[in-house]
């Protein structure tokens, strides 16, 4: 039973958390309030808190948007965008997944100092290896297709020790009786393991979304069709354009930034749990 003065700090506590929360969204309230406006009502609106009202609902409303969708190649940037999450989400979860169940289950030579490069892995930036993978994926004359993107991206270690964290609390009793059964360890892996464990498997996927919804370095190298582009090259080649105005712009960094709100208010409670229980676990 709380104690009033154990309530009354949980009352302030929550409203210092609200306010915090607050400040950091007013930057997405006028973002999203000001890309339904013509440039005209953004200046006028600027000095004032109308800068945080959207306009009167009228035919006009949505005409930002519909600009952006109609008279640029945006809807095809994130539908592009969206085909590469797929495939690397697909191939993500099950390269990094069996890599991580090799590491947690099965004994190899040298499985400690294969860890412990991948744990090392972890801590080289990206931007310090791509130009490695530009001059690779350029040598075997892979710029400008899907596969030339996506290659470099499958294998991710913080995700292998993700998977592996996870993986190590098993129990080995289920496998034992598995192999009773004549389930090898490939088939054990697609049909109990990644089951059991998909809390991680939904982290993974999330994460991987992310990494690919903002990726620009990679994509900016490996692609020059416009055919191929992503959303974040699309966003960047839009507001750069002289002919977008204000409004427009708005438009499109809410359409960038929205999918990036919903994934994490749909799958925090994954996330949380993925992440909790990789520090559960010893190996």
């Known amino acids: 039973m709380l104690t009033k003065k154990q ?13 915090v ?16 406006k013509p440039d005209a009502a953004i200046t006028a609106d600027m000095n004032s808190m109308a800068a945080f009202i ?20 945006f809807v095809r940037y ?30 190899f030579p040298f499985r400690e100092r294969w860890l412990l490069i991948i744990m ?33 991206m499958i294998v991710n270690p913080f995700n292998i020790f993700l998977f592996r964290q996870v993986f190590l609390g098993l129990p080995d009793d289920v496998y ?5 059964d004549h389930c090898g ?14 809390s991680v498997v939904a982290t993974v996927s999330v994460f991987t979304f992310l990494n690919v919804w903002n990726d620009y370095l990679w994509p900016s190298l490996v692609f020059t069709s416009s055919d191929l582009l992503t959303a974040q090259i699309g966003l960047n080649a839009i507001t750069s354009n002289d002919n977008t105005t204000t409004g427009q712009t708005l438009a499109v960094i809410t359409m960038v930034t929205i999918p990036v709100i919903i994934i994490y208010s749909l799958f925090s409670k994954q996330i949380v749990e993925g ?3 990789t520090g559960s676990k010893e190996g």
Request: glycine share 6%; hydrophobic share 60%.
């Open 275 to 277: 992440v909790i229980s």
């Open 21 to 36: 929360s607050l400040l950091f969204l007013f930057p997405v309230i006028w973002m999203l309030a000001n890309s339904f």
């Open 176 to 180: 034992e009786a598995a192999q009773l």
């Open 185 to 198: 360890p490939v088939k054990y892996f697609f049909t109990m393991v990644l089951p059991m464990s998909k």
């Open 7 to 19: 309530k009354r700090n949980n009352w302030i506590l929550t409203v210092v958390l609200l306010i």
């Open 78 to 107: 994130m539908c592009n965008t969206l085909f590469y999450a797929a495939i690397l989400i697909i191939l993500g979860v099950i390269v990094n997944g069996l890599a991580g169940y090799a590491l947690a289950k099965i004994n």
């Open 54 to 73: 959207p306009p009167a609902l009228n035919g006009n409303f949505f005409e930002n948007y519909v600009s952006v969708l109609t008279n640029t190649g």
């Open 120 to 152: 090392l892995l972890m801590i080289v930036p990206m931007e310090t290896i791509i130009t490695i993978h530009f001059l690779i994926i350029a040598k075997l004359g892979l710029l400008n297709t899907v596969l030339g993107y996506v290659l470099p």
